[in-house]
């Protein structure tokens, strides 16, 4: 069933990523992204968390009570604090022995084992024996009561019960798995529901990852969460026994939601931070508060990270993390659910968590970045500042190409807004689309002087090799400088398979063909005219290529006016839907209506004119013995 859903999952992306518009993976790359290594990495994630249950507490090999997570017939699970009131009452539901560890004052016999060693002091606890008293203040004695009472019912819970309650944690967790991969499914992870919210603005989009890549950092998030949660299960508090009552609360769950919020979308955040939520539960022991924290904790997370664009921004989320989970704990103490009597605490605890999980995502999330080659608003940022070296040299080599850059990119962030996209990301696209042409700057028409046109001495099919060549131009400087995966590839598909058609109607007419738009002229191939692709596969993209096939060609309109200006748009949106150039990427048709709207209005900002002003010659300068009528 998991393969299946994963299939169905994949669907989604691989309509964005089709495999005859990309490079063929080679070596590991190819073995990690076959298809059938979805299910792998599906049942990796139910085994880490499984394994992680597997994982014996101190308290199971006999090493104190510890937290005392462990229910003990009383309904629920207690903690027992030594010098502190318990919670709960506990009754003994058999008969145990425990360790008399008290020296009397004046020992009066000792009892000697056949080696004549001291033997121990066991002390009977019948059956039905009040062990602690709710607000009785817990001692030494109180405790080794309970160390015994757990060693004798560890002692009377068979092989068998054992492997039961191993095989119930197992298939709970398979269930829940099945339950998160369904709702990956459901959410697509691939960008926007068809509606968006309220506010008019959809999700933001995923990143661009493979559909395994995105098990794999899934796989990876969810163990960063749940080795901590077992961690404070599995501690000794002895030494720190004023930490027990702060177990639960003390758990980063807004750790894994906040990373995957960032890294993919708000939608991946939910569905980890649900799974991460679940199986916490089962690892505590099956206590509901924290499986409630955690799906209110991972609303409050989602709701917060749709555009995170600061490292500032991360640590407000982790307090509005830790705020919720400290709710949730006063909640639970105001309702009476035993193990929150320090609510104040463990309050403070649950903030100091919050914050906790907001640090640690700031640190891995350089580290996940390059691992699975995603860029984040937070490292695209750092791309905004006009101070980068490719741009300086764009500004000085290229002025034209540097000039048209700047507007393209004003109008795609004002498309992209009004979609719901990601505005940032688009425009330091915007910013580094067209480097390529610092190659060979002379050759492309914003760059060109007043002087000669070097392609008046070229051929059609050359000119167009020259213009084409600047996309993988682009593409090398771009890896050579190290830019993110993302602009990368809005510089390898921002013309997608588009035709050169001022060098392909060149190309017809010396042929002998008159019609402008003819398919094929003799000895005139289209193909050898077209970019070679892939199409654009982002919504953000496909706005990018909008955006610059207007603005260019609003260079060439004799007279700016609203009208004018509305063909032109028009036009370029319409002829992209005729050559199928936003095929690949999932606009709807109420968002290129939108699209278009916008980018009438900002282009008309852009290109607005002027009143003509007069001249100084004329205007003619009053005399000093003008009357006061006159000069009025």
């Known amino acids: 069933m998991i393969f299946e859903l994963s299939k169905l999952f994949l669907k989604d992306t691989k309509k964005r990523l089709r495999p005859s518009d990309q490079a063929p993976d080679k070596g590991v790359l190819a073995f990690v992204n076959k298809p059938a290594m979805g299910l792998v990495y599906w049942l990796l994630v139910w085994l880490a968390a499984f394994l992680l249950q597997m994982v014996p507490t101190l308290q199971e090999v006999g090493n104190g ?50 080696e004549g060693q001291v033997r121990p002091n066991l002390m009977l606890v019948p059956a039905g024996t009040v062990l602690v008293q709710r607000g009785q203040k817990v001692d030494a004695e109180t405790i080794e009561k309970i160390r015994g009472y757990q ?14 309650k191993l095989a119930g944690d197992g298939i709970l967790l398979f269930l829940g798995l099945i339950v998160t991969a369904a709702m990956f499914r459901f959410v697509g992870l691939g960008g926007s529901p068809a509606e968006p919210g309220a506010s008019g603005k959809a999700w933001v989009p995923s990143r661009t990852i493979s559909q395994n890549s995105m098990i794999l950092l899934f796989l990876l998030v969810s163990l960063l969460s749940l080795a901590p949660v077992k961690w404070l299960l599995w501690m000794d508090f002895d ?47 099956y206590r509901i508060g924290v499986f409630v924290t955690g799906l209110i904790v991972t609303a409050v997370v989602v709701r917060f990270t749709r555009a995170v664009r600061t490292r500032s921004t991360l640590f407000r989320i ?12 006063a909640g639970f103490a105001a309702i009476g659910i035993p193990g929150y009597e320090l609510v104040f605490s463990q309050c403070l605890a649950s903030l100091a968590s919050g914050v906790f999980a907001a640090l640690i995502v700031m640190l891995l999330l350089p580290l996940l970045e390059i691992i699975f080659g995603i860029s984040t608003d937070i490292s695209l940022l750092e791309l905004s500042d006009l101070e980068h070296p490719l741009l300086k040299r764009l500004a000085i080599e290229a002025p034209g190409t540097y000039h048209h850059s700047l507007m393209v990119a004003n109008l795609t962030q004002a ?24 190659v060979k700057p002379a050759f492309f028409s914003e760059n060109i002087q007043y002087g000669q046109n070097p392609h008046d001495d070229l051929s059609p099919s050359m000119s167009t090799l020259l213009i084409i060549s600047h996309v993988k131009e682009g593409v090398n400087l771009a890896l050579r400088h190290k830019l993110p995966r993302s602009v990368v590839e809005a510089i390898q598909q921002h013309h997608g398979s588009g035709l050169v058609f001022y060098f392909y109607h060149k190309a017809n007419v010396q042929h002998g063909e008159a019609a402008p738009d003819a398919v094929a002229a003799a000895g005139v191939k289209e193909e050898d005219f077209r970019y070679p692709g ?14 610059d096939a207007i ?24 002829s992209k839907l005729r050559d199928g150039q936003l095929d690949a990427c999932d606009l709807t048709m109420a968002e290129i209506n939108t699209i278009r709207r916008v980018l009438i209005l900002t282009l008309s900002n852009i290109l607005h004119g002027r009143v003509a002003y007069p001249s100084n010659e004329n205007i003619r300068p009053q005399s000093a013995d003008a009357t006061p009528s006159e000069r009025s």
Not at 91 to 98: E, G, L, N, R, S
Not at 244 to 266: E, G, Q, T
Not at 318 to 329: D, E, F, R, S, V
């Open 239 to 285: 030494r720190l026994p004023w930490l027990v009552p702060l177990v639960d609360a003390l758990m980063p769950l807004a750790l894994a939601p906040l990373l995957m919020s960032i890294l993919i979308n708000p939608l991946a955040g939910m569905v980890v931070g649900f799974w991460v939520s679940f199986a916490a539960t089962v690892l505590a022991d």
């Open 318 to 329: 982790g307090l509005w993390a830790g705020l919720a989970g400290a709710a949730c704990a």
């Open 151 to 164: 060693a004798q019912i560890k002692d009377n819970e068979s092989f068998l019960n054992r492997l039961k």
């Open 551 to 574: 603005e260019a060609a609003s260079r060439s309109l004799e007279k700016i006016t609203p009208g004018n200006m509305e063909d032109l748009v028009r036009d370029v949106i319409d």
């Open 534 to 547: 892939p199409k654009p596969q982002s919504r953000e993209i496909a706005v990018l290529s909008l955006a």
């Open 65 to 114: 009570i510890g937290p005392a997570h462990h229910s003990l017939g009383v309904g629920g699970p207690i903690r027992l604090v030594p010098g502190r009131a318990s919670s709960v009452t506990v009754v003994a539901a058999i008969d145990f022995h425990y360790l008399d560890n008290k020296q009397p004052a004046r020992a009066t016999s000792v009892r000697f084992n056949s």
């Open 415 to 438: 498309a992209v807004a009004a979609i719901g996209g990601n505005s940032l990301r688009a425009g330091i696209c915007a910013y580094f689309h067209d480097i390529g042409k610092l």
